[in-house]
């Protein structure tokens, strides 16, 4: 599963950066959560292209493949 490598990609990001320990896979969840909350009512059809312009760290994209979303840049 995509969220999984993404956690042991986190983990090993961190150690790095020297961001907070957090247990990538809970933030996933729960940042996943959010988005379902505060973000679904808004979303378009599966087969849009959608840009994302931000500069964090992927999650919202990561989100959006999970949901079905293909068309993501």
């Not at 959560?33 to 931000?54: A, T, V």
Request: with cysteine; aromatic share 20%.
């Amino acid at each position: 599963m995509l969220v999984n490598k993404m956690s042991d990609f986190y983990k090993f990001y961190h150690t790095f950066t020297r961001r907070p320990n957090l247990n990538s896979t809970e933030l996933i969840e729960t940042l996943f959560k959010f988005y379902q909350r505060n973000f679904s009512r808004f979303l378009p059809d599966e087969n849009i292209n959608i840009l994302d312009l931000g500069c964090g760290e992927g999650y919202f994209l990561l989100w959006l493949r999970e949901l079905g979303y293909k068309n993501l840049f």
